[in-house]
Protein backbone atom coordinates (compact mmCIF):
# COMPACT_ATOMS: atom_id res chain seq x y z
CA UNK A 1 0.00 0.00 0.00
CA UNK A 2 1.41 3.47 -1.01
CA UNK A 3 1.32 5.62 1.89
CA UNK A 4 -0.15 9.32 -0.54
CA UNK A 5 -1.92 7.79 -3.30
CA UNK A 6 -1.37 9.85 -6.21
CA UNK A 7 -4.58 12.16 -6.82
CA UNK A 8 -6.96 9.90 -8.51
CA UNK A 9 -5.24 6.86 -7.83
CA UNK A 10 -7.20 4.48 -5.85
CA UNK A 11 -4.73 2.18 -3.61
CA UNK A 12 -5.90 -1.25 -2.02
CA UNK A 13 -5.01 -3.39 0.47
CA UNK A 14 -5.82 -6.25 2.55
CA UNK A 15 -6.64 -6.29 6.23
CA UNK A 16 -7.11 -9.86 8.06
CA UNK A 17 -9.70 -10.35 10.84
CA UNK A 18 -8.70 -12.71 13.39
CA UNK A 19 -9.48 -13.93 16.96
CA UNK A 20 -10.65 -16.57 19.02
CA UNK A 21 -13.71 -18.70 18.14
CA UNK A 22 -17.21 -16.93 18.12
CA UNK A 23 -15.91 -13.56 19.00
CA UNK A 24 -17.80 -11.51 16.12
CA UNK A 25 -15.26 -12.11 12.80
CA UNK A 26 -17.93 -13.00 10.62
CA UNK A 27 -20.47 -10.29 11.94
CA UNK A 28 -18.02 -7.88 11.33
CA UNK A 29 -17.02 -8.72 7.71
CA UNK A 30 -20.90 -8.52 7.28
CA UNK A 31 -21.76 -5.50 8.77
CA UNK A 32 -18.75 -3.29 7.42
CA UNK A 33 -18.51 -5.00 3.86
CA UNK A 34 -20.28 -3.24 0.86
CA UNK A 35 -20.36 -6.30 -0.97
CA UNK A 36 -22.69 -9.35 0.19
CA UNK A 37 -19.20 -10.50 1.96
CA UNK A 38 -17.99 -14.51 0.67
CA UNK A 39 -18.41 -16.68 3.88
CA UNK A 40 -17.65 -20.48 4.06
CA UNK A 41 -20.44 -21.22 7.36
CA UNK A 42 -21.00 -24.86 8.32
CA UNK A 43 -23.82 -25.74 10.84
CA UNK A 44 -22.41 -27.01 13.56
CA UNK A 45 -24.75 -30.81 14.32
CA UNK A 46 -24.83 -32.99 16.76
CA UNK A 47 -22.08 -34.78 14.52
CA UNK A 48 -19.72 -32.14 15.53
CA UNK A 49 -20.08 -32.57 19.01
CA UNK A 50 -17.05 -32.98 20.79
CA UNK A 51 -15.08 -31.71 18.02
CA UNK A 52 -17.11 -27.99 17.36
CA UNK A 53 -16.85 -26.32 21.09
CA UNK A 54 -19.73 -24.12 21.10
CA UNK A 55 -20.34 -24.15 24.95
CA UNK A 56 -19.01 -20.63 25.29
CA UNK A 57 -21.17 -19.43 22.66
CA UNK A 58 -24.67 -21.21 23.46
CA UNK A 59 -26.65 -19.41 20.23
CA UNK A 60 -24.28 -20.14 17.58
CA UNK A 61 -25.50 -22.56 14.98
CA UNK A 62 -22.71 -22.18 12.34
CA UNK A 63 -19.02 -21.72 12.54
CA UNK A 64 -16.62 -20.37 9.95
CA UNK A 65 -14.38 -23.46 8.14
CA UNK A 66 -12.43 -21.22 5.61
CA UNK A 67 -12.46 -17.51 5.20
CA UNK A 68 -15.07 -14.85 5.08
CA UNK A 69 -14.36 -12.06 2.55
CA UNK A 70 -15.94 -8.51 2.24
CA UNK A 71 -14.68 -5.41 0.51
CA UNK A 72 -15.30 -1.74 2.08
CA UNK A 73 -14.24 1.64 0.22
CA UNK A 74 -12.81 3.88 2.80
CA UNK A 75 -12.87 6.47 0.76
CA UNK A 76 -12.72 7.73 -2.82
CA UNK A 77 -8.65 6.45 -2.72
CA UNK A 78 -8.75 3.73 -0.45
CA UNK A 79 -10.48 -0.04 -0.89
CA UNK A 80 -9.83 -2.39 2.01
CA UNK A 81 -10.41 -6.28 1.19
CA UNK A 82 -10.91 -7.87 4.40
CA UNK A 83 -10.30 -11.50 5.14
CA UNK A 84 -11.36 -13.26 7.78
CA UNK A 85 -10.46 -15.88 9.46
CA UNK A 86 -12.10 -19.07 10.75
CA UNK A 87 -11.92 -19.50 14.98
CA UNK A 88 -11.58 -23.06 15.60
CA UNK A 89 -7.76 -24.19 16.46
CA UNK A 90 -8.26 -26.94 13.99
CA UNK A 91 -8.70 -24.43 11.23
CA UNK A 92 -5.49 -21.81 12.04
CA UNK A 93 -3.51 -24.00 9.14
CA UNK A 94 -4.92 -22.06 6.57
CA UNK A 95 -3.95 -18.49 8.54
CA UNK A 96 -0.97 -18.33 6.96
CA UNK A 97 -2.17 -18.54 3.77
CA UNK A 98 -5.08 -16.00 4.53
CA UNK A 99 -2.31 -13.25 5.65
CA UNK A 100 -0.10 -13.37 2.94
CA UNK A 101 -0.14 -9.80 1.69
CA UNK A 102 -1.88 -8.27 4.15
CA UNK A 103 -1.05 -4.61 5.72
CA UNK A 104 -2.56 -5.35 9.05
CA UNK A 105 -4.74 -7.47 11.29
CA UNK A 106 -7.47 -6.78 13.69
CA UNK A 107 -7.57 -9.08 16.78
CA UNK A 108 -11.19 -9.44 18.17
CA UNK A 109 -11.58 -9.84 22.02
CA UNK A 110 -14.52 -11.07 24.00
CA UNK A 111 -13.60 -10.21 27.51
CA UNK A 112 -15.40 -13.00 28.78
CA UNK A 113 -12.65 -14.89 27.15
CA UNK A 114 -9.74 -12.83 26.58
CA UNK A 115 -7.11 -15.85 26.49
CA UNK A 116 -9.06 -16.97 23.37
CA UNK A 117 -7.39 -14.09 21.10
CA UNK A 118 -3.51 -14.93 22.86
CA UNK A 119 -2.89 -17.15 19.48
CA UNK A 120 -3.85 -14.37 17.84
CA UNK A 121 -1.67 -11.93 19.01
CA UNK A 122 1.34 -14.48 18.93
CA UNK A 123 1.04 -15.12 15.18
CA UNK A 124 0.79 -11.59 14.29
CA UNK A 125 3.80 -10.16 16.81
CA UNK A 126 5.63 -13.42 15.22
CA UNK A 127 5.28 -12.15 11.74
CA UNK A 128 5.54 -8.53 12.92
CA UNK A 129 2.33 -7.63 11.29
CA UNK A 130 0.92 -4.14 12.63
CA UNK A 131 -2.74 -5.39 14.54
CA UNK A 132 -4.82 -3.41 16.66
CA UNK A 133 -7.17 -5.23 19.28
CA UNK A 134 -10.87 -4.73 18.80
CA UNK A 135 -12.49 -5.17 22.03
CA UNK A 136 -16.10 -6.63 20.67
CA UNK A 137 -19.04 -5.28 23.40
CA UNK A 138 -21.49 -8.01 23.47
CA UNK A 139 -25.04 -7.12 24.74
CA UNK A 140 -24.81 -7.55 28.69
CA UNK A 141 -21.19 -7.46 28.89
CA UNK A 142 -19.36 -5.39 31.58
CA UNK A 143 -18.07 -2.79 30.00
CA UNK A 144 -13.83 -3.08 30.13
CA UNK A 145 -11.75 0.28 29.97
CA UNK A 146 -9.74 -0.63 27.21
CA UNK A 147 -6.14 0.14 28.77
CA UNK A 148 -6.83 -2.56 31.75
CA UNK A 149 -7.37 -4.71 28.22
CA UNK A 150 -4.28 -3.43 27.39
CA UNK A 151 -2.94 -4.56 30.44
CA UNK A 152 -4.59 -7.75 31.31
CA UNK A 153 -2.79 -8.61 27.34
CA UNK A 154 0.01 -7.59 28.10
CA UNK A 155 0.85 -6.20 24.80
CA UNK A 156 2.73 -2.87 23.69
CA UNK A 157 1.80 0.58 24.94
CA UNK A 158 1.58 1.39 20.72
CA UNK A 159 -0.87 -1.17 19.81
CA UNK A 160 -4.03 0.37 19.39
CA UNK A 161 -7.07 -0.99 22.00
CA UNK A 162 -10.01 -0.03 20.96
CA UNK A 163 -14.33 -1.37 21.48
CA UNK A 164 -16.73 -1.74 18.88
CA UNK A 165 -19.96 -3.56 17.84
CA UNK A 166 -19.10 -6.12 15.43
CA UNK A 167 -23.00 -5.42 14.18
CA UNK A 168 -22.76 -1.56 13.47
CA UNK A 169 -21.11 -0.66 10.54
CA UNK A 170 -20.23 2.85 11.50
CA UNK A 171 -18.13 1.61 14.77
CA UNK A 172 -16.31 -1.49 12.54
CA UNK A 173 -15.08 1.18 9.69
CA UNK A 174 -14.12 3.27 12.58
CA UNK A 175 -11.74 0.31 13.45
CA UNK A 176 -10.75 -0.30 10.31
CA UNK A 177 -9.76 2.95 9.54
CA UNK A 178 -7.76 3.07 13.21
CA UNK A 179 -5.91 0.16 12.13
CA UNK A 180 -4.97 1.83 8.69
CA UNK A 181 -3.44 4.93 10.48
CA UNK A 182 -1.74 2.67 12.88
CA UNK A 183 -0.06 0.68 9.68
CA UNK A 184 0.64 4.38 8.06
CA UNK A 185 2.42 5.33 11.24
CA UNK A 186 4.49 1.79 12.08
CA UNK A 187 5.59 2.29 8.41
CA UNK A 188 6.82 5.69 9.07
CA UNK A 189 8.30 4.99 12.20
CA UNK A 190 10.15 1.17 11.62
CA UNK A 191 10.12 -1.64 9.50
CA UNK A 192 7.33 -3.69 9.35
CA UNK A 193 6.71 -7.06 7.68
CA UNK A 194 6.26 -6.49 3.75
CA UNK A 195 2.95 -5.95 2.02
N1 LIG B 1 -25.08 -9.43 21.08
C1 LIG B 1 -24.09 -9.51 20.19
N2 LIG B 1 -23.96 -10.64 19.53
C2 LIG B 1 -22.98 -10.72 18.63
C3 LIG B 1 -22.08 -9.67 18.39
N3 LIG B 1 -21.18 -10.07 17.47
C4 LIG B 1 -21.52 -11.32 17.14
N4 LIG B 1 -22.60 -11.71 17.83
C5 LIG B 1 -23.19 -13.02 17.81
O1 LIG B 1 -22.19 -13.87 18.34
C6 LIG B 1 -22.05 -15.02 17.55
C7 LIG B 1 -20.67 -15.10 16.95
O2 LIG B 1 -20.62 -14.47 15.73
P1 LIG B 1 -19.68 -14.85 14.49
O3 LIG B 1 -19.56 -13.56 13.75
O4 LIG B 1 -20.15 -16.04 13.74
O5 LIG B 1 -18.30 -15.23 15.18
P2 LIG B 1 -16.96 -15.70 14.48
O6 LIG B 1 -15.86 -15.07 15.25
O7 LIG B 1 -16.98 -15.44 13.03
O8 LIG B 1 -17.01 -17.26 14.76
P3 LIG B 1 -16.07 -18.43 14.12
O9 LIG B 1 -15.80 -18.07 12.71
O10 LIG B 1 -16.91 -19.67 14.25
O11 LIG B 1 -14.86 -18.46 14.98
C8 LIG B 1 -23.17 -14.98 16.56
O12 LIG B 1 -24.26 -15.67 17.13
C9 LIG B 1 -23.50 -13.49 16.43
O13 LIG B 1 -24.86 -13.25 16.09
C10 LIG B 1 -22.26 -8.46 19.13
O14 LIG B 1 -21.54 -7.51 18.97
N5 LIG B 1 -23.29 -8.45 20.02
MG1 LIG C 1 -16.61 -16.70 11.49
Known sequence: M???PAAGRVTSAKIVIAGG?????TTLVGSVSEITPLTTEAIM???????????QVPGKMTTTVAMDFGRISIDRDLILYLF???GQTRFWFMWDELV???????VMVDTRRLADCFAAIDFFEHRRLPYLVAINCFDGMQYHNPQDVRDALAISSDVPVVSCDAR???STKNVLISLVEYVLTMRRTRAVAPA
Open 84 to 86: GTP
Open 168 to 170: NRE
Open 45 to 55: TSAGVGVDDNR
Open 100 to 106: RGAIGAV
Open 2 to 4: SQR
Open 21 to 25: FGVGK
